[in-house]
């Protein structure tokens, strides 16, 4: 969940959903996706995966033998590469790491350095081997004169309040983004951390940019649309913004773009087409669409005009000498099992997800959207043959995600994208045989965990063993159902007979929490806090609750019927103007004013007839559930 986030404008798109059906499958390879790729020289291309990997090669139109494969980073998904020359690469990942490499074409996939930032990177690009600018998830934008000198060479300054998806410096006087709202920013010196905003696409995300000295800049959404300036630093006025890639009508989502000097741009889009124009100049340009790859055209580089190097979403590389000679110029180098209900699921980022059943298992995927085969199974809790249900989880990175069980243990691990990594049991104090039905970690270093009794478990050091957990419990609760952390100072949990608690001190104890009952004349079954202004609960007769002021009391609080009598069983929060909850009819709700009343609501029926139990948002593009019947219910923006 994205903690802090504002209120976004309303998109005119929505969430198209889709069922994974979970009856035993054959598990299969799938390929990386390839997140990056930067080619300093026609005789050298580094690409990225989410799988953690490196791909580089000498040769990078001479066939999948000429890749080396290395795994330089665990199961973390690194996002973004930028090799400014042979002697140096940089990299970004999502578990809070910047990544070198000082001799990047070396035998074996070159020698790799990971730097812990702290914070997680999406984009990178390095106008020289000593000057980096990389962009994360908060809207910060970093910058650095000495990219292999540590953490402490590297500073930040906030200038969105959207994850910056895409990034381009061709030199020390020009860098350009874009963010996840459609918003392109621009500095004519990003050492002085000076940047101006440039609305100039309010519906989709800018997923890819790419600037030439020229200069030029291209840029691509996830509607078809080429975002073109010849003169990036001047007002908005000055883009223009064309549909290229729309073959049944409707807009298909380009993925990567890169421009050589010439000019010739090449992108790519989900359907596996490359888009080429050597006529982008200061307008859109006439693009060419050629049919390239079976998966999604995820990462670009361009040395020249006679060499460009991609990446799909199956873990291939394409490449071609003639990438304005059709598909025949193209080569392509390289080549769930979920049977009980999903009661919990935590999204840390678009690129994992992470579900917990009624028998122990843990399912994850690093590409929710991709159907049954993209999830993988992993039993974590049983006991002399017993299975435990794991009712919650919650996930505040990659790096770690805590779930827990009806027994009073909470489990962990560090390495959530590695569906077989080992976790780690921890019998909380106190509550061996209680069962645990919420948890919430708003950062690593604090967790809540609440249960059927009435109690509140915590921890500062969730990973510390059961030393590290302590125990407190309300005398005056009802059985507590869920608990959302909108900060690391406000925590909320809801009960069934209808009351909230609240504290804004989480690790204080039982008196550090106020309980405020009569907020609902039922059962609240959920609770979703996407910051400290906003918290929505969730009821069983169809009802949304609401505050704008979780700690202000019962009058706060305010009830709209959204759902006729439905039994609405989970609520997530992306921002402030972007809720979905899910109920016992195989419904979504969703709304992005969700304190404006049932107006506000839409109803939509995805998963009939089926019980939705979990839902994460991870933002207004992506929202990943389960349901009762074994499905992985997933929506996403098209």
């Not at 500062?460 to 609760?477: K, Q």
């Not at 009802?478 to 952390?485: D, E, N, R, T």
């Not at 989480?506 to 910051?531: E, F, I, K, M, Q």
């Not at 972007?578 to 009343?597: E, L, Y």
């Amino acid at each position: 969940m994205l903690m802090g986030a504002q209120p976004v404008a309303a998109s005119g798109k929505t969430l198209t959903w889709s069922v994974a059906g979970v009856t035993p499958v054959p598990h299969y390879g799938v390929g990386a996706q390839v997140g990056g790729m930067s080619c300093p020289s026609s005789a050298l291309c580094v690409g990225v995966t989410y799988n953690g990997d490196v791909l580089t090669s000498t040769d990078p139109s001479g066939g999948a033998s000429s890749w080396v494969v290395a795994d330089v980073d665990g199961d973390i998904p690194i996002d973004s590469v930028s090799c400014p020359s042979t002697s140096l690469c940089v990299a970004v990942d999502q578990g809070g790491n910047v990544l070198t490499s000082q001799n990047p074409g070396a035998a074996g996939g070159g020698v790799w350095t990971p730097t812990d930032v702290g914070w997680i990177g999406l984009a990178v690009s390095c106008v020289s081997t000593t000057f980096c600018v990389a962009s994360d998830y908060t809207g910060d934008v970093h910058t650095t004169t000495d990219p292999t000198g540590g953490a402490s060479e590297w500073s930040g300054v906030n200038i969105d309040n959207r994850a910056i998806d895409s990034l381009s410096c061709p030199e020390t006087t020009l860098c350009v983004a874009g963010d996840e709202n459609g918003n392109v920013f621009v500095s004519a010196d990003p050492a002085a951390q000076t940047w101006t905003p440039e609305h100039i696409d309010a519906v989709d995300p800018v997923t890819s940019m790419s600037c030439t000295s020229a200069p030029l800049c291209v840029g691509t959404d996830l509607n078809g649309d080429v975002l073109t300036t010849d003169d990036p630093t001047a007002a908005s006025g000055d883009w223009s913004v064309a549909q290229v890639d729309a073959p049944s009508g409707s807009g298909v989502q380009l993925e990567s773009v890169n421009c050589a000097s010439g000019p010739l741009c090449v992108a790519g889009d989900v359907f596996g087409d490359v888009l080429t124009s050597t006529t982008v100049g200061s307008g859109s340009g006439t693009w060419t669409v050629t049919p390239v790859a079976s998966a999604p055209i995820t990462a670009m580089s361009c040395p020249s005009q006679t060499l460009c190097v991609g990446g799909d979403a199956a873990g291939n590389v394409i490449a071609s000498t003639d990438p304005t000679g059709g598909s025949s110029a193209w080569s392509t180098a390289a080549d769930l099992d979920l049977t009980h209900p999903i009661e919990a699921v935590s999204c840390p980022s678009t690129k994992l997800c992470v579900a917990t059943d009624s028998v122990g298992d843990v399912v994850t995927s690093k590409n929710p959207t991709g159907g049954a085969s993209a999830w993988k199974v992993h039993q974590i809790d049983t006991e002399n043959g017993e299975l435990f249900p794991l009712l919650a989880v919650s996930c505040p990175s990659v790096k770690l995600c805590v779930t827990v069980d009806d027994v009073g243990d909470v489990l962990t691990s560090t390495k959530p994208a590695n569906a077989t990594a080992a976790w780690t049991k921890i019998t909380v104090p106190g509550a061996q045989g209680f069962t645990f039905t919420g948890v919430s970690c708003p950062t690593v270093k604090l967790c809540v965990a609440v249960d059927g009794n009435g109690d509140v478990a915590v921890s500062t050091d969730p990973t510390g063993g059961a030393s590290a957990w302590s125990l407190a419990r309300f005398v005056n609760a009802g059985g507590i159902a869920s608990v959302s952390c909108g900060s690391k100072t406000l925590c909320v949990a809801v009960d069934y007979r209808g009351a909230v608690l609240t504290t804004t001190d989480p690790t204080g104890g039982g008196p550090a929490w106020t309980v405020t009952t009569g907020v609902d004349t039922t059962a609240l079954d959920s609770v979703s806090c996407p910051d400290p202004q906003l918290c929505v609960a969730v009821d069983d007769r169809g009802g949304v609750v609401t505050s704008t002021d979780p700690t202000g009391g019962q009058g706060a609080w305010n009830r709209a019927d959204i759902d006729g009598t439905n039994h609405l069983f989970a609520v997530s929060c992306a921002t402030d103007a972007f809720c979905v909850a899910g109920d016992d009819h195989g419904d979504v709700v969703s709304s992005k004013d969700p304190t404006a009343g049932a107006s506000a609501w839409t109803v939509a029926t995805v998963d009939s007839p089926h019980w939705i139990l979990g839902l994460s948002c991870v933002s207004t593009a992506l929202c990943a559930g389960g349901d009762d019947a074994y499905d992985a219910v997933v929506g996403a923006k098209r």
